[in-house]
C-alpha cells in the first residue's frame, strides 16, 4: 500500500491539497476538509483511497444520525419478536448486533480510509460523542461484552459544508484544510482531465463567462466546478461555439443553457433585471 497522496489521473490536486492528506496520513488524524459545495470534498476520499490503494469505508452523514451509529446497533424488538417465536438465533446476541462503519474500519483487515461525509448536517454533539473511539481507537459493545479494537489506524477524512460549528474538542484532533475555488489555471487543467478532447477556444470563452459569473454581485448560489463541468457537456452536445459565448449583445447576459449553471430563480430574475436595465440604457 502507498502511503503519499499526489492526486490521481481523475483528480486535479493542488501541492497545499496534497501536503494537507499527506500531514493527516503521517500525524495519524482526521483530516477535516471545509470548502464551497463542489469542490471536490466527497470525491477526495474516493481518490484518496485509489492513489493509496486502500478499500474505501463511506458514512453519510444525515441529521438524524448518532454517533452510536457508527459503532453499532442492537436491535432488541427483534429479538424480542424471535424469542416469542421460538427462533434459536436468540442464543446469540450476536445476531442482533448490526455493525456500524467505525466497526468496519477498525476490523478491516487492511489500512483503510474512513470518509465522514457532511459531518456538519448531525447534532452538535455528534463529533464529541466520538472523540473517545477516535483517540483509543476502540470501542466497548456492551451486549456481547468484547472490546473492538482497529488493527490499524484508518486514513480518516472528514467533511463539513460549515452549516454549522464543530465543537473545539473535536477540531483540536484534526488536521484542517480549506479547499480554495480553483483559480483559472487549476480550473483549467480540472477542464482537461474531464474532456481530453474539448476544443480550447470553446474551453477558454466559457471560463470567460463562467467566472464572470461567478463575480456577480448578488448571486445567492455561485455555480461550482462540478457545475462547470456538466455545463461544458451541454455546450458540446449542443454543439454551441465560441462565438456565441463571446456574444456581447447586453440584453443576453444569461449565458446558453443557464440551467446547469444557475440552480434557483432568484439567480436567474436576477440576470433577468440586469438584462432589462441594459435594454432600457440601450
Request: with cysteine.
Amino acid at each position: 500500500m502507498s502511503t503519499r497522496f499526489e492526486g490521481t489521473k481523475d483528480y486535479v490536486a493542488t501541492g497545499e491539497l496534497a501536503i494537507a492528506v499527506n500531514a493527516a496520513i503521517a500525524l495519524e488524524r482526521p483530516l477535516l476538509i471545509k470548502g464551497e459545495p463542489g469542490t471536490g470534498k466527497t470525491v477526495l476520499a474516493y481518490e484518496v483511497a485509489k492513489a493509496l490503494n486502500a478499500p474505501l469505508i463511506t458514512w453519510h452523514i444525515k441529521s438524524t444520525i448518532k454517533a452510536q451509529q457508527g459503532l453499532y446497533e442492537y436491535d432488541a424488538v427483534t429479538r424480542l419478536r424471535d424469542s416469542q417465536l421460538g427462533d434459536e438465533r436468540v442464543k446469540d446476541v450476536a445476531n442482533y448486533i448490526k455493525k456500524g462503519k467505525l466497526w468496519e474500519a477498525f476490523t478491516s483487515p487492511t489500512r483503510p480510509v474512513l470518509l465522514i461525509d457532511e459531518i456538519d448536517k448531525a447534532d452538535i454533539e455528534f463529533p464529541n460523542d466520538l472523540l473517545q473511539e477516535l483517540d483509543r481507537m476502540e470501542f466497548f459493545v456492551y451486549e456481547t461484552g468484547e472490546t473492538i479494537k482497529a488493527k490499524v489506524r484508518p486514513v480518516m477524512i472528514v467533511t463539513s459544508n460549515n452549516e454549522k460549528e464543530l465543537p473545539d474538542a473535536f477540531l483540536r484532533r484534526c488536521f484542517f484544510h480549506y479547499i480554495k475555488f480553483p483559480d483559472r489555471e487549476t480550473m483549467q487543467a480540472i477542464v482537461d482531465v474531464h474532456f481530453p478532447n474539448i476544443k480550447q477556444q470553446l474551453v477558454s470563452e466559457a471560463l470567460n463567462t463562467f467566472y464572470q459569473l461567478r463575480d456577480v454581485p448578488g448571486l445567492k448560489k455561485k455555480p461550482s466546478t462540478s457545475e462547470l463541468l456538466d455545463w461544458l457537456k451541454l455546450l458540446m452536445v449542443e454543439d454551441i461555439t465560441p462565438e456565441m459565448l463571446r456574444e456581447k449583445d447586453p440584453t443576453k447576459l444569461i449565458p446558453p443553457l443557464h440551467g446547469a449553471l444557475l440552480k434557483n430563480e432568484q439567480d436567474v430574475h436576477l440576470f433577468e433585471r440586469l438584462a432589462f436595465l441594459a435594454r432600457r440604457e440601450r
